[in-house]
Each structure stands twice: as structure tokens, then as C-alpha cells.
């Protein structure tokens, strides 16, 4: 878990120097950077689209993942109960950093399939760069909403950390065309967060989450027959 602790510590440093430096980053310089996140979310978020589409042998397992996924999130409305989970533990606007945080944190394909290749494969190099990312952004977060934004390592440390364990259980059941699958719908979540953190669209990308667990559930289902 090297690389999901290497994560959690750039989201602490991160908060730690954004809020000692509060007053010194302008606005339009935290502009500047966000637009700068948002771009490079929506470039990995394509990357990841594009890399894995060629090779799935399932063509419209995504399209049935995002709509059956996103249905679901908003039946269950789970960005709204977020919020008021959110709300109810901050103070202020923190409530809006954190729920920020932790979207743009845990919700993208690195932080989901960095931990399953880490587990399965040792590699950490899809941790790493997410951790570079997350230092810049938890930077700018924490000088406009403080400190409190560090809660936001421990949220992931816990979401990688259950990533990290259920991909070493689930390990034998993990095909490459299940990681192709999942890359794809992963690359569509973090491609939906770039295009919110740059305010061309808001998506509740919390409600869309459910969409992750249908290609695991397919791919599943289709190796039975």
C-alpha cells in the first residue's frame, strides 16, 4: 500500500501549505490552478477512454454501465445525501471543500485503479501520479477552505485502502477484459469531474458511481457462459 500512503501524505502536505500560504494565493491564481486540475482530470479522463475502448470485447457495457449506474445514484439521490452527511460534520463552507475534495480525490480512474494494480501487480505508478495531482489540488482547496480540508486524506486513504484490499480477494476474478472495462467507465467519471471543476457542465459525478461496480458485475456474469 506504498502508493496509497504516498497519496494520503501529499494530501496532508498539500492542505498544511495551502492553508499557511491562505493569504498569498489570489483568487485568480486559484483560478488559474483549478483550471490547470480540470484540464489535466479531463486529459487523463480521455487518455483513459481512448487507451482501454480498442481492446474491450464488450462495445456497449459502458453505455449499459454509466446508464444503469447513474440511475441508481439517483434513485438513491446519493450526492444529495452526501452533501447533507457533509454538511452536518463541518462548519461553514467547509462542507463544500470537502465534498469537492473528495470527489476530485476518489472519484477518477487513478485513485480507483491505481490501488487494484497495485495489489495485483505491485505497480504504483498510477498512485504516484495521482498523489503529484492531489498536492496541487489539496494546495488550492485548503487556501480557500483551510485546514479541515486534511479530513480529506483519511476518506481516501479508506476508499483506496478497501480498493487495495477487495482487488486482493478479488484477484483470480479480475480479467484483463474486466480491467479494460472498468478503465473505460472509470475514464467517463474523471472526464465528467474535469468538465465540472472547468464549469463547462455540473455533474453530480457522486451519483454516477454506481456505474463502477456494473462492469465488474458483467464481466462476472459473462465468463459463466
Given at each position: ?16 501549505v ?39 470485447k ?35 463552507h ?47 482547496l ?13 476518506v ?70
Open positions: 500500500m506504498l502508493g496509497t500512503i504516498v497519496n494520503t501524505g501529499a494530501i496532508i502536505t498539500g492542505s498544511v495551502g492553508s499557511v500560504v491562505k493569504k498569498g494565493i489570489k483568487p485568480q491564481y486559484q483560478d488559474a490552478l483549478f483550471t490547470a486540475m480540470g484540464l489535466a482530470a479531463t486529459g487523463i479522463g480521455v487518455n483513459s477512454i481512448v487507451h482501454n475502448m480498442p481492446d474491450s464488450y462495445p456497449v457495457l459502458f453505455i449499459v454501465s454509466l446508464a444503469i449506474g447513474s440511475l441508481i445514484g439517483n434513485i438513491f439521490d446519493l450526492d444529495k445525501k452526501f452533501q447533507s452527511l457533509a454538511n452536518k460534520l463541518s462548519v461553514g467547509l462542507s463544500k471543500g470537502l465534498s469537492t475534495g473528495i470527489l476530485v480525490f476518489c472519484i477518477g480512474t487513478l485513485s480507483i485503479l491505481g490501488p487494484i494494480q497495485s495489489a495485483l501487480y505491485g505497480d504504483n505508478t498510477f498512485l504516484f501520479t495521482n498523489a503529484t495531482l492531489d498536492l496541487v489540488t489539496s494546495m488550492v485548503a487556501s480557500t477552505y483551510g485546514i479541515g480540508m486534511a479530513l480529506t486524506a483519511v481516501l486513504f479508506c476508499w483506496q485502502g478497501s480498493i487495495y484490499v477487495l482487488a486482493m480477494f478479488l484477484g483470480p476474478f479480475m480479467s484483463p477484459e474486466m480491467m479494460t472495462e472498468l478503465s473505460i467507465v472509470g475514464g467517463f467519471l474523471i472526464f465528467s469531474s474535469g468538465l465540472s471543476i472547468l464549469n463547462i457542465k455540473d455533474i453530480k459525478t457522486m451519483n454516477m458511481l454506481p456505474a463502477l461496480i456494473i462492469p465488474i458485475l458483467g464481466c462476472l456474469i459473462m465468463s459463466l457462459f
